[in-house]
Nanobody, 121 residues
Framework: QVQLRESGGGLVQAGRSLRLSCTASGNTDSISEMGWFRRAPGKERELVATIAMSGGDKIYYPDSMKGRFTISRDVAKNMIFLQMNSPETEGTAVYSC?????????????WGQGTQVTVSS
């Protein structure tokens, strides 16, 4: 089993950067990929970014997220980060990290509780 814990959320003024962290614990050797998702009020959950945790550092952003976020990792500490670059009020959401267990190629097996980010104008 893997446990994920997010931190770093809170209230941020639009245009100010904010960095979220996610720490994995437990059977972390099984993790092949991690990612950030968000769910805004009244909307479906959407993918923000993913990053490989083994076999290289492949990173993916959906087109709608490119330039707005930067994902990074510290493999030794089993952590990933999400830098919000000049967030807008539409960035208000619960941000969650997720992890995929190898050898799965799709889907995510573990989820954190999420951290609330509120972007004020």
């Amino acid at each position: 089993q893997v446990q994920l814990r997010e931190s770093g959320g809170g209230l941020v003024q639009a245009g100010r950067s904010l960095r979220l962290s996610c720490t994995a614990s437990g059977n972390t050797d099984s993790i092949s990929e991690m990612g950030w998702f968000r769910r805004a009020p009244g909307k479906e959950r959407e993918l923000v970014a993913t990053i490989a945790m083994s076999g290289g550092d492949k990173i993916y952003y959906p087109d709608s997220m490119k330039g707005r976020f930067t994902i990074s990792r510290d493999v030794a500490k089993n952590m990933i980060f999400l830098q919000m670059n000049s967030p807008e009020t539409e960035g208000t959401a619960v941000y969650s990290c997720a992890a995929r267990r190898a050898p799965n190629l799709i889907g995510y097996n573990y989820w954190g509780q999420g951290t609330q980010v509120t972007v004020s104008s």
